[in-house]
């Protein structure tokens, strides 16, 4: 059976002068080998490497780092070794008769380490390989340095800000191993070489837990041209789905939440909202799963429209619907250039549960009526870390809407341990997207070695 690999590639800095050049501090980082998983007793395919560099990121030669396995009962074939013309060391990792997570440390005298980590299943159980091939399947993983250290995170939307707040901006939340209370709306700037980072001087997250109303989730965000502002929606749940929404005029600072909506627990699902579409100035498309949530066999696409985006219109159901599919996360987009709505969607198999193994594109011209794909555009198993779950993804369009960046979030499971979450992002040509979405309707056969339990409660 599958057990957890914590996907952790944490790197702490230590000012110790002890081990300081002339450029400060230095630091120690895993460049490969990380999150591998191998039977119990075995070597891992891949040996880990990590790299030793300065405070301007130059690689020191020379430097002492010793291996100390934290967690597990592995081994290391040698407990110390001296960094090479490139700043690194690599080492051989024997997985432990244990099972489940393993954690291996790479320590310097000043006490920076960096963690890699695997997992281990049993002899010749370990989970086949469902890597697809395709346009989408170059996804690349994000690092994110999220308040709570884990890196993983769910739900991730996307929005192009003008004026004071240029640029793209991110909305996730973390979810390490599923944990409710780290599920906080945070906000993220993209930076160079597609890197992103929290804004210097924002403190994550925007949105603390409610004593009353419960647990957050699903943000969404978006610019408002009328005030010059970025928008973020999120879901406050317990008894209730509660809708708020911040704003800020820098990314920095933002004021406190205002509640726009309230419905029973269910009846308001992963909010997507789209500013300055022709037919509104505000909508907002929805899914109600009823009384069931999580496990729901049928849910509704419902839509709302607003003047203002803080009085919001009484819930319509839309016509989307996929067969044989309950829709349970979903984005919304309006595309100019196309005169159309596009929306990706996340599925399960009706009754199963919201451990969602594809995702779909519909298009629209009015927001109520959508022409539906065949095939799905992303599947569990498009990368590694999603070989169990495909879940929420946010998308944006060139402005000729030739091209199509998407960022997807999905998991993967591990017996014991639950679910490890991470965000991706992989771009396309539209036409490759749209002959994904029109290929013939797959057959979809549940794989057979994992039954999931649902993702969220």
């Given at each position: 059976m599958r057990r957890l690999a914590l996907l952790l590639a944490l790197v702490a800095c230590s000012a110790d002068p002890s081990t300081t050049n002339a450029l400060g501090p230095l630091s120690i980082a895993v460049t490969s080998g990380d999150a591998q998983i191998a039977d119990v007793g075995d070597p891992l395919?891949?040996?880990?490497?990590?790299?030793?560099?300065?405070?301007?990121?130059?690689?020191?030669?020379?430097?002492?780092?010793?291996?100390?396995?934290?967690?597990?009962?592995?081994?290391?074939?040698?407990?110390?070794?001296?960094?090479?013309?490139?700043?690194?060391?690599?080492?051989?990792?024997?997985?432990?008769?244990?099972?489940?997570?393993?954690?291996?440390?790479?320590?310097?005298?000043?006490?920076?380490?960096?963690?890699?980590?695997?997992?281990?299943?049993?002899?010749?159980?370990?989970?086949?390989?469902?890597?697809?091939?395709?346009?989408?399947?170059?996804a690349t993983l994000l690092t994110l340095l999220t308040y709570e250290a884990s890196g993983q995170t769910i739900h991730p939307d996307v929005v192009h800000g003008h004026g004071a707040v240029d640029g793209f901006w991110l909305a996730v939340t973390p979810f390490p191993g599923g944990d409710l209370t780290k599920e906080n709306p945070s906000i993220f700037r993209a930076g160079p070489a597609h890197s992103w980072a929290p804004p210097a001087g924002v403190v994550n997250p925007l949105a603390l837990p409610s004593p009353v109303n419960g647990n957050n989730s699903d943000p969404d965000i978006v610019f408002n041209p009328t005030d010059q502002r970025l928008w973020m929606f999120y879901r406050t749940y317990g008894k209730q789905n509660v809708i708020s929404v911040i704003r800020s005029a820098d990314g920095l600072h933002w004021d406190n939440a205002a509640t726009v909506i309230t419905v029973p627990a269910h009846q308001l699902v992963s909010p997507a909202?789209?500013?300055?579409?022709?037919?509104?100035?505000?909508?907002?498309?929805?899914?109600?799963?009823?009384?069931?949530?999580?496990?729901?066999?049928?849910?509704?696409?419902?839509?709302?429209?607003?003047?203002?985006?803080?009085?919001?219109?009484?819930?319509?159901?839309?016509?989307?619907?996929?067969?044989?599919?309950?829709?349970?996360?979903?984005?919304?987009?309006?595309?100019?250039?196309?005169?159309?709505?596009?929306?990706?969607?996340?599925?399960?198999?009706?009754?199963?549960?919201?451990?969602?193994?594809?995702?779909?594109?519909?298009?629209?011209?009015?927001?109520?009526?959508?022409?539906?794909?065949?095939?799905?555009?992303?599947?569990?198993?498009?990368?590694?870390?999603?070989?169990?779950?495909?879940?929420?993804?946010?998308?944006?369009?060139?402005?000729?809407?030739?091209?199509?960046?998407?960022?997807?979030?999905?998991?993967?499971?591990?017996?014991?341990?639950?679910?490890?979450?991470?965000?991706?992002?992989?771009?396309?040509?539209?036409?490759?997207?749209?002959?994904?979405?029109?290929?013939?309707?797959?057959?979809?056969?549940?794989n057979p070695y994992r039954v999931l339990p649902s993702p969220e409660p």
């Amino acid at each position: 059976m599958r057990r957890l690999a914590l996907l952790l590639a944490l790197v702490a800095c230590s000012a110790d002068p002890s081990t300081t050049n002339a450029l400060g501090p230095l630091s120690i980082a895993v460049t490969s080998g990380d999150a591998q998983i191998a039977d119990v007793g075995d070597p891992l395919t891949h040996p880990v490497h990590f790299q030793v560099v300065n405070a301007n990121k130059e690689p020191m030669s020379g430097i002492t780092v010793k291996f100390v396995v934290t967690i597990g009962d592995g081994s290391v074939p040698s407990f110390q070794q001296i960094t090479d013309n490139n700043g690194t060391v690599a080492t051989e990792w024997i997985m432990g008769n244990l099972g489940g997570v393993q954690l291996l440390e790479a320590q310097l005298e000043s006490g920076a380490i960096a963690i890699a980590s695997a997992a281990t299943c049993r002899p010749g159980e370990c989970y086949p390989e469902s890597r697809l091939e395709g346009p989408l399947s170059d996804a690349t993983l994000l690092t994110l340095l999220t308040y709570e250290a884990s890196g993983q995170t769910i739900h991730p939307d996307v929005v192009h800000g003008h004026g004071a707040v240029d640029g793209f901006w991110l909305a996730v939340t973390p979810f390490p191993g599923g944990d409710l209370t780290k599920e906080n709306p945070s906000i993220f700037r993209a930076g160079p070489a597609h890197s992103w980072a929290p804004p210097a001087g924002v403190v994550n997250p925007l949105a603390l837990p409610s004593p009353v109303n419960g647990n957050n989730s699903d943000p969404d965000i978006v610019f408002n041209p009328t005030d010059q502002r970025l928008w973020m929606f999120y879901r406050t749940y317990g008894k209730q789905n509660v809708i708020s929404v911040i704003r800020s005029a820098d990314g920095l600072h933002w004021d406190n939440a205002a509640t726009v909506i309230t419905v029973p627990a269910h009846q308001l699902v992963s909010p997507a909202i789209v500013r300055g579409a022709p037919h509104a100035a505000w909508s907002m498309w929805s899914i109600n799963a009823g009384a069931q949530g999580c496990d729901a066999g049928t849910t509704t696409v419902e839509r709302r429209t607003s003047s203002d985006g803080l009085k919001w219109n009484v819930a319509s159901v839309t016509d989307l619907a996929q067969p044989g599919q309950v829709i349970w996360h979903i984005d919304v987009q309006w595309i100019p250039a196309r005169l159309e709505y596009w929306a990706v969607y996340n599925t399960y198999p009706t009754g199963s549960n919201c451990a969602t193994h594809s995702l779909y594109l519909a298009r629209s011209t009015d927001g109520a009526h959508w022409t539906v794909s065949p095939s799905p555009i992303a599947r569990s198993g498009l990368i590694e870390e999603f070989a169990d779950v495909i879940y929420r993804a946010s998308f944006l369009t060139d402005s000729k809407a030739n091209h199509v960046t998407l960022w997807l979030s999905g998991a993967r499971y591990y017996e014991g341990a639950g679910y490890a979450w991470r965000t991706a992002s992989v771009a396309t040509s539209t036409a490759e997207l749209f002959a994904i979405a029109g290929a013939p309707t797959p057959a979809f056969a549940a794989n057979p070695y994992r039954v999931l339990p649902s993702p969220e409660p």
